[in-house]
């Protein structure tokens, strides 16, 4: 009878490690879920921040050919 009750006992630590091990499993993959998402977000932000910048450095290349050929204009108004 005492060597049964030892057993359920162990049984029952056994079966409260796995629920708390089952507990801890649920919030890490909580946590792996959340990051994941972050890691997307990042991802896509970086891929936005990459079009604005190259949109930006077109912008500015053509900012600077305008302002190239209003200086020719202008000098050649100064020169006429």
Known sequence: F???EAQLQVVQKL???ERGLQSALGAVEKELSLRSQALELHK?????????AEDL??????????????????????AA
């Open 44 to 52: 896509r932000k970086a891929v936005e921040a990459a079009q604005l």
């Open 15 to 17: 079966e409260e490690k």
């Open 2 to 4: 005492l060597q049964v």
């Open 57 to 78: 450095r077109a912008q500015g290349e053509h900012v600077q050919a305008r302002l190239r050929e209003l200086q020719v204009c202008a000098a050649e108004n100064r």
